[in-house]
DNA sequence: TTTGCCCCTCACATGGATGTGAGCTTTTAG
DNA sequence: CTAAAAGCTCACATCCATGTGAGGGGCAAA
């Protein structure tokens, strides 16, 4: 039987996402990733998992644990009229934080700026 | 002898930053921010470190560890010749890591808005 | 003096993602 | 067929800022 979406092991995925196979186990075991399981036991994911993988490498960039992008995940995977209420609110809120967080990062490469140009303003005086 | 700068004790500054006296003590522990000790052995801080530990928690939350805002607070507290190829390096390396990152919120933030865009979309077919 | 609050140190706990290693099975390449 | 490479599970370790609690001292108001 020839296989429409070829499908990669474990290793494979953590190749071509750069995340380690432990993290990937991990996502799994969060309910963020699944996988087919061959007879021995072995996952298998198809191309689709790549780009999942990256979507939720991002979102624990931005400072979602993982039980939030848990209940997030569903709303991505079939966005529906199932999207209940609390989803929607939820997504809202970590959007909300997310911008707050990074205006308040900008402010703080502000501030390293700063510190920069003093120093070598300092520098210069040499 | 009049006190020129009215010193506050730790629960004060506490108050102040709304930093946990916990964390303030930390922070001493990891050479950020310096106390007078009183005979016996109490803390006392002067106005300015409110401002310090203002910045300590910006650092931290841009991603910087107690380390690294220990190498860069010398500069700050004394920019001078002294300020060391090394320190500038680190100051402009941790500028740039804090840029990129910012740009990957800012993506991340659109992933979240087409997330959201896309689920009101649907509830709205109902 | 007693009561109450703040401070001190020491040290163990927490959370969340990830590292690491043991012990064992499956797959693959020679 | 055999050995290397890759998977599996389980479970303990790590990092880092912070929480928490024990046990005890300092100091002001009643």
New binding site residues.
């Given amino acids: 039987m020839v296989q429409v979406t070829p499908s990669m ?6 190749r071509r996402t750069g ?9 799994e075991e ?1 309910g963020l990733l699944a ?1 087919e ?7 298998h994911y198809d191309a689709a998992a790549v780009e999942r993988v990256a979507f939720i ?1 991002r979102m ?1 960039s931005a400072g ?4 939030t ?1 848990a209940d997030l995940l569903p709303c991505m995977d079939r966005p529906s009229h199932e999207t209940s209420d609390a989803a929607l609110e939820r997504m809202a809120e970590e959007r909300d934080r997310l911008s707050a967080y990074i205006v308040e990062l900008l402010q703080t490469r502000d501030s390293l700026d700063e510190l920069i140009g003093t120093n070598r303003a300092h520098r210069a005086t040499l």
Avoid: D, T
Avoid at 9 to 14: N, T, Y
Avoid at 19 to 27: A, E
Avoid at 64 to 67: D, I, T
């Fill in positions: 092991r474990i290793g494979e995925l953590s995340v380690s196979v432990r993290s990937l186990r991990y996502y969060q996988s399981r061959s007879e021995s036991g072995q996952r490498q624990f979602l644990s993982s039980r992008v």
